[in-house]
T-cell receptor, first 116, second 119 residues
């Protein structure tokens, strides 16, 4: 079973629009971490945020914000006033505390295209 | 943040040859490194977990005799694709854990990836 689901395969928005990328996860651990990464065309993963399972506070960083809701097992990512430079593939990932080695489980990614 | 390097960044080879990819943690020691493979327009799939001084743990479906992993030091893990074939063409990414870095939110640091093209 997929541990991390990103239902949106591709999203296109016009510049300055807001866009939300969805992430739903599945785990039996009580302690776990959730991540968002950005992968531009160059391929290198860019770390955006980490959240642990005990911290449900929403976080805002500039134009980026994250909504973590344990009740729905979701960790959604919103970009406000999108820009062309935001065009990339975004991955949500889960790391389970009890998992030996703490490997990452990645979602299938959401390809975001911001149209100028 | 911490830095993980990979070498080479891209490689083209003929079918049947072996290719070695290096993953280095530049400013920390990594007892555990991970190797991922990413096919075009797909997600990262974990291939194996590499532990310093011991045998790697491979994920189901990954041939350990084809993808040789060596983690001989705390800063270096290597992935050797033996007798490479066109279907092995992919983007290979390593990551390293830094348990000694307090206050960091990343916990794992990813290398820039290696693009392999087998002709």
């Amino acid at each position: 079973a997929q541990k991390v689901t990103q239902a949106q395969t591709e999203i296109s928005v016009v510049e300055k629009e807001d866009v939300t990328l969805d992430c739903v996860y599945e785990t039996r651990d009580t302690t776990y971490y959730l991540f968002w990464y950005k992968q531009p065309p160059s391929g290198e993963l860019v770390f955006l945020i980490r959240r642990n399972s005990f911290d449900e506070q929403n976080e805002i960083s500039g134009r980026y914000s994250w909504n973590f809701q344990k009740s729905t097992s979701s960790f959604n990512f919103t970009i406000t006033a999108s820009q062309v430079v935001d065009s990339a593939v975004y991955f949500c990932a889960l790391s389970e505390f009890e998992e030996a080695g703490n490997q990452f489980y990645f979602g299938t990614g959401t390809s975001l295209t911001v149209i100028p | 943040g911490a830095v993980v390097s990979q070498h080479p960044s891209w490689v083209i080879c003929k079918s049947g040859t072996s290719v070695k990819i290096e993953c280095r943690s530049l400013d920390f020691q990594a007892t555990t490194m991970f190797w991922y493979r990413q096919f075009p327009k797909q997600s990262l799939m974990l291939m194996a977990t590499s532990n310093e001084g011991s045998k790697a743990t491979y994920e189901q479906g990954v041939e350990k005799d084809k993808f040789l992993i060596n983690h001989a030091s705390l800063t270096l893990s290597t992935l050797t694709v033996t007798s490479a074939h066109p279907e092995d063409s992919s983007f290979y990414i390593c990551s390293a854990r830094d348990l000694g870095r307090t206050g960091s939110t990343e916990t794992q640091y990813f290398g820039p990836g290696t693009r392999l093209l087998v002709l």
